[in-house]
């Protein structure tokens, strides 16, 4: 199974690079048509067939395949909730962030450079002839634009790694990808141009303080004369040299969200995975892959079950069928005990039972091993206390030990507190506000899909389920839709306008929309039952509070 996701994984990823090298011909094509106009059908194209042009259009899809490298290495599956500020900052200082910030760095400066060479020759090389004199002089505006390539690929990076990008997300409906690359092209091309804006304005200072360094380090390596400096505000100003150096690095930075945008897309395409094992086959079942250990593939296989629920009667057919012979339901049963484990461990979550199980665990005292016989007549038991290791008799002096050991982790943990409330450390390490619930609910997309798909199945069931394989467990499953709905309503929002700050504010606000969606996904999945059984769902053994929580369904009071 190991090996067929990465399979999968790594043929989306390569379509998701072609599609986007595709897209680049009409990308450079207008920006050539944009800075040296319309010069016929054949000179615009002849463009492609130049030395230079030729190894530019190789570097090129390189640097796709550097992105959609960048995007199989940093992908995630649900949103990134930072529980300290202690843990943001190991974030930035960690290798992986500072690797990634050095492999943007270069790729889109080399990105910047051919595109350079392509749309504008004159800035496509670092040395020029010089205007007064028969020598060659260092290009400045060459040396200045590709820098700003590199500053826009660390931007870049720093953006992706913290931001909801590099998370691959389920869209509320599904199109397919050239309609929804079609969509996307006009924003993508206005937050281009405005993010290349703004970047410049910054470029511009920063190119000012320490522009002068890399000038010298450049003329002392390549021994190249200088002509016209760019070392003054006035001559960094220049219109022209911003609009070209502004639309080229547009041009950047929309290659690398167009490329963010095609991966994405092919990784959340719909996959269906088979029911049942077949000769020669190398797909995974569908009930493996829900109880995966992949957190993509996982996620895969919830989006297949959602779908298979609402729309394949084909399949629910065969989760409804029964062995023969024994009339067995193994397929619902494989399908259920994959889907039910998941839910119950994220109402744990909710109701925050993981720690509290974990502390009972290690404070829960070993077990003593009974006697194994009540009377002293028998000889076995006069045997074995006679052959009674007297090393047992020497446990005694262990436990002031043990006291003691209580006595110094207690300090410690005192200690420890007491050095949590100074200020810094407090700053520091103190946990954000609803650190713990937005962790939480961040991972709240796969029950999304598996509450949806339980719901559409068991709406079907009320017809199609010839021999009550899912009737059986009915009971179980609107008892732990109603426990989900408690938990999710119980872990609401603490009062406070500390809370409201936090959540209309963060930069990441991934993790708030799937508590809304899953607030509305438990009660459209509710209903979507009562709707179909009507007053037969009071016919379901519950406990009173949930019955009466299905009356309130009935009645359609609950909003």
């Not at 194994?372 to 028998?378: A, G, L, W």
């Not at 007053?535 to 053994?541: A, G, K, M, R, Y």
């Amino acid at each position: 199974m190991r090996s067929w996701f990465h399979e999968q994984l790594l043929a989306r990823a390569i379509a998701s690079a072609v599609w986007t090298t595709v897209l680049q011909v009409p990308l450079v094509l207008g920006l050539k048509l944009l800075f040296s106009g319309y010069q016929g059908l054949w000179n615009s194209f002849s463009l492609f067939l130049h030395y230079g042009s030729i190894f530019s259009l190789l570097m090129i899809p390189l640097c796709i395949c550097g992105f959609t490298f960048t995007h199989l290495k940093c992908y995630r599956a649900e949103p990134l909730v930072f529980s300290t500020r202690w843990a943001v900052l190991k974030q930035l200082s960690s290798p992986s962030f500072l690797l990634l910030l050095a492999w943007y760095f270069n790729i889109t400066g080399v990105l910047m450079n051919s595109y350079f060479a392509m749309a504008l020759p004159f800035l496509g090389s670092l040395s020029t002839q010089c205007s007064e004199r028969q020598e060659w002089c260092l290009n400045e505006p060459h040396l200045f634009g590709v820098f700003f390539g590199c500053w826009l690929g660390l931007c870049e990076a720093g953006d992706y790694f913290f931001s909801d990008r590099r998370i691959v997300k389920v869209p509320h409906v599904q199109l397919n990808i050239k309609v929804a690359v079609r969509s996307s092209i006009s924003s993508l091309i206005k937050n281009s141009l405005s993010v290349s804006f703004k970047r410049y304005v910054v470029y511009i200072f920063l190119y000012l303080l320490f522009g002068g360094f890399v000038r010298s380090y450049i003329l002392a390596v390549t021994r190249l004369a200088m002509d016209e400096p760019l070392d003054t505000f006035v001559t960094l100003i220049n219109i022209s040299l911003a609009l070209r150096c502004i639309l080229i690095g547009s041009a950047c930075v929309f290659t690398i969200r167009l490329s963010d945008l095609f991966f994405q897309l092919y990784q959340i395409k719909p996959i269906s995975f088979p029911l049942l094992r077949l000769v020669d086959e190398t797909t995974p079942l569908l009930q493996e892959s829900l109880s995966s250990n992949s957190a993509l593939l996982r996620l895969w296989a919830c989006r297949d079950w959602s779908i298979l629920a609402e729309h394949s009667s084909e399949q629910r057919s065969v989760i409804f069928s029964v062995s023969q012979p024994g009339n067995h339901p193994h397929n619902w049963n494989n399908i259920f005990s994959a889907i039910q484990p998941q839910c119950l461990h994220f109402i744990s979550l909710l109701k925050g039972e993981n720690k509290t199980a974990k502390t009972e665990k290690k404070e829960m005292p070993a077990p003593q091993s009974p006697a194994p016989y009540d009377t002293f007549s028998s000889p076995v038991r006069m045997r074995s206390m006679a052959l009674t290791s007297p090393s047992k008799v020497s446990d005694s002096p262990s436990l002031p030990k043990s006291t003691l050991q209580c006595k110094i982790q207690s300090k410690l943990q005192e200690a420890l507190e007491n050095l949590k409330k100074k200020p810094v450390i407090n700053f520091l390490w103190g946990e954000l506000p609803d650190a713990k619930r937005r962790q939480t609910f961040a991972k709240a997309e796969p029950i999304i899909l598996l509450v949806e798909g339980l719901s559409h199945f068991v709406a079907a069931s009320f017809v199609e389920d010839k021999f009550g394989v899912v009737q059986k467990d009915l009971p179980e499953i609107l008892s732990m839709l109603l426990d989900l709905q408690a938990a999710v309503e119980q872990r609401g929002p603490p009062s406070g306008a500390i809370t409201k700050r936090t959540e209309a504010f963060t930069s990441s606000p991934t993790d708030v929309q799937l508590k809304y969606r899953l607030k509305r996904a438990i009660k459209s999945s509710i209903y979507r039952i009562v709707v179909r059984f009507q007053l037969h769902i009071l016919n379901v053994p519950l406990p009173p509070t949930q019955k009466r929580m299905l009356e309130q369904y009935l009645e359609f009071i609950v909003g």
